[in-house]
């Protein structure tokens, strides 16, 4: 697919079990798109196989069967331009303490063949906000400035695809934004960007499309949007100007009082609209002094995909949300 910057057909990865365990299949037949210039999510559980998908990618994991091609080449048939196509910023810190961001930059350039008149080190140090540092010893740079370096180093080669791997994982605010800031506008110069997190939010704000994948299994791929039309569930929760002693009956609406006082009220949307939830509260008497509403996000859809299979996803009748008006990092 001429549009497509990675396709997997039927990839499987299986690792030799050792004394005498049956051999550990870390994926088992991914079929995978994904389209260029998009923001890609792979979500998926720690052990789904995420990080052997990517080792698979960059060419330090070999699959056992199945065909990848990155931005048009073969994995097999071209491995030099397959991995030339793409970049990747792992998740641990792996940097020479005894280069500078400079000097780290100038090696992995030469590492993949650049030029040097085509080396961009200094405009690439400015991008990830380390020009202060360019000289600087590696080991002297603080945390966050060390994930800035692994962000650099993946893009010395003028990568087509870029693969984030947990790239806020335990980094502050500012960095969190600076990061954001940047890919984003790698996006919009053309580069494909595929992000793996734990912060289901960054996923839901940042990605076109997501695949989420559990025990080596793709188990849902769409876009941003249908994934979260899947679950149109609805909460809302009404702050009374007085104790509730009745509780409103409506078809398809699930009423509950918390120990604050406050009445929970649950519903699907397409089912049931907010008016009618309202108004089945002012039928037995409640006076409201506040309300307030939540609707299902990726978290919700992400539970529900990896506690089940994609094809148990609750339907209209069973699906609840998960949670109240909170929003939990995993």
């Known amino acids: 697919m001429r549009d ?11 690792y030799r079990g050792s004394k005498g365990q049956p051999e550990k299949h870390a994926l088992k037949g991914i079929d995978l798109t994904v389209p260029r210039g998009s923001v890609f999510g792979l979500l998926g559980p720690n052990g789904a196989g995420k990080s052997t998908l990517i080792n698979i990618l960059a060419g330090l994991v070999v699959k056992s069967s199945g065909n990848v091609s990155i931005w048009g080449f073969d994995q097999d048939k071209d491995p ?6 793409i970049g990747v ?9 005894f280069f500078t961001p400079r000097g780290a930059l100038e090696v992995q350039a030469g590492l993949y063949g650049v030029p040097k008149s085509e080396r961009r080190s200094d405009e690439i140090l400015e991008l990830v906000g380390l020009s202060d540092k360019a000289e600087a010893y590696a080991r002297t740079l603080s945390g966050g400035m060390r994930r800035r370096l692994l962000l650099a180093k993946a893009l010395v080669h003028h990568p087509k695809v870029l693969v984030l791997d947990e790239p806020t994982a335990g980094v502050d605010i500012e960095l969190r934004q600076m990061l954001w800031t940047n890919v984003r506008k790698l996006n919009e110069q053309g580069m494909t960007i595929i992000l793996t997190t734990h912060y289901l939010e960054e996923a839901q704000e940042m990605c076109d499309e997501i695949a989420i994948i559990n025990h080596g299994e793709k188990i849902a791929q769409d876009s941003t949007a249908n994934l979260l039309s899947r679950m149109d569930s609805r909460t809302m929760v009404i702050a009374p100007d007085s104790p509730v002693s009745n509780l409103p009956v409506t078809e398809g609406v699930e009423a509950a009082l918390q120990d604050d006082g406050n009445l929970i009220l649950r519903y699907r949307s397409t089912q049931t609209s907010a ?17 307030r509403t939540a609707e299902a996000d990726l978290e919700d ?5 990896t506690s089940a299979r994609a094809d148990d996803l609750p339907t209209d009748d069973q699906t609840k949300p998960r949670r109240g008006m909170h929003r939990v990092k995993l």
């Open 4 to 14: 497509a910057a990675i396709r997997i057909d039927g990839l499987h990865k299986a």
């Open 80 to 85: 030099r331009q397959s991995r030339a196509a």
């Open 89 to 97: 910023m792992p998740q641990e810190l792996n940097l020479d303490p």
């Open 275 to 291: 008016e009618q939830v309202l108004e089945s509260v002012r039928q037995v008497g409640i006076r409201i002094r506040d309300v």
């Open 301 to 305: 859809v992400f539970l529900a995909l």
